[in-house]
């Protein structure tokens, strides 16, 4: 086991200034730039720095909306940690590479951290934003192809946009397309989404369902940072595996492959369950969309994929419901939950088989983005 090269299926990258060299000439004064705090100002958690985007700060560190970033990597909070400047925001490639070598991880796919943010209320600045990142972390990763995988971020709240950009993505390198668990405050199961959809089922990208702050209603209930990470950050997968499993977006894209990022994994019998209960409820009272089966009957069509973490006690209940080839392992560097000892847990587990290691490790992000 020790031999195996680890496939890190979600990691990040922590935006720089170079990132927006790329906005579309209508944009470029719009460029998001580093604000810093006075220190006569209450500084939370060390977010000294702040990305200063359309006149407003993101993360935000404190009151209502309140949320955590270790980007922009100029912030004192960034600094304390053990990966170098050049790792994190990738301008340092060898950094990085020194880095995942040092967890045993030979292959990472990276996202970005910004845009688990929303960073603007305009749909085509964002759409300009999320393009500029997209060009910036293809060149980067460009110059180690063998070892950087990345993740497009896209702006599904200007549709036309995104599909465009699935398109480009593909054609800069992408393995998989990035979006929240919904698109602002739209469901992810809205037929508006639907061209969406069928870009990334024609050029054959994974879905990435990550964790952030995506609905806004979940983030504005939030005042402090603790109560930010459990619900405006977390709870948004939930919904978006609502959608896409239970309301028919698998019915209608037979080729899609979904995979949900960063929350673990012991969510998914919970809320299969109760998905499974109020299907039955909602068909026979005719309340609203629903998908053509049970919610459970798609985890045994081999499209759904989801990130454990390595100290989860229920992940071997957690692969006899999923099947042992859609748990994948995730590093989670250079963010502050990632832990150097967890893909070494994970290896050392003695109520996992070898064969499920190992898939876990490596094989089933092989897979599910394609690589190889």
Not at 28 to 48: F, K, Q, T, Y
Not at 337 to 362: M, P
């Amino acid at each position: 086991m020790e031999r195996i090269g680890v496939v890190d299926a979600d990691s990040h990258v922590m935006e720089v200034p170079e990132v927006w060299e790329y906005l579309d000439e209508e944009y470029v004064h719009r460029r998001p730039v580093i604000a810093r705090l006075s220190e006569s100002l209450p500084i939370v958690a060390g977010m000294d720095h702040l990305w200063f985007i359309d006149g407003r700060v993101t993360p935000r560190p404190m009151g209502r909306g309140a949320a955590i970033s270790g980007s922009p990597i100029e912030m004192s909070f960034a600094k304390k940690k053990v990966f170098s400047p050049g790792s994190q925001g990738l301008t340092d490639v060898e950094a990085r590479l020194r880095d995942m070598d040092a967890w045993g991880i030979e292959i990472q796919v990276l996202f970005s951290s910004v845009f688990i943010h929303e960073t603007t209320e305009d749909p085509h600045f964002e759409a300009a934003l999320m393009r500029s990142y997209n060009t910036w972390i293809a060149k980067r990763c460009g110059e180690r192809p063998d070892r950087l995988k990345w993740v497009a971020v896209m702006p599904l709240r200007d549709v036309p946009a995104a599909v465009a950009e699935v398109h480009r993505a593909r054609a800069l390198g992408a393995v998989g397309v990035m979006i929240g668990g919904t698109a602002g405050k739209q469901l992810l199961h809205h037929r508006d989404l639907d061209p969406f959809y069928a870009a990334v089922s024609e050029e054959d990208l994974a879905l990435c369902v990550h964790v952030g702050w995506s609905c806004p209603g979940l983030t504005e209930v939030a005042e402090d940072l603790y109560s930010a990470d459990m619900l405006g950050f977390t709870l948004p997968i939930l919904m978006g595996f609502h959608s896409l499993v239970g309301c028919g977006v698998l019915d209608r894209f037979p080729k899609l492959r979904v995979g949900f990022l960063e929350a673990g994994s012991e969510w998914v019998p919970y809320w299969i369950g109760r998905m499974d209960h109020y299907y039955g409820v909602s068909r026979a009272n005719g309340w609203g969309r629903y998908a053509a089966k049970k919610p459970s009957e798609y985890l045994k069509d081999g499209r759904i994929w989801v990130t454990c973490e390595s100290e989860e006690p229920l992940l071997p209940q957690v692969i006899d419901l999923i099947g042992e080839d859609h748990i994948l392992v995730e590093g989670d560097m250079p963010h502050a939950e990632a832990r150097d000892t967890g893909i070494k847990e994970l290896r050392e587990r003695t109520d996992l088989s070898e064969r499920v290691r190992r898939k876990i490790l490596r094989d089933n992000a092989l897979a599910f983005y394609r690589i190889g």
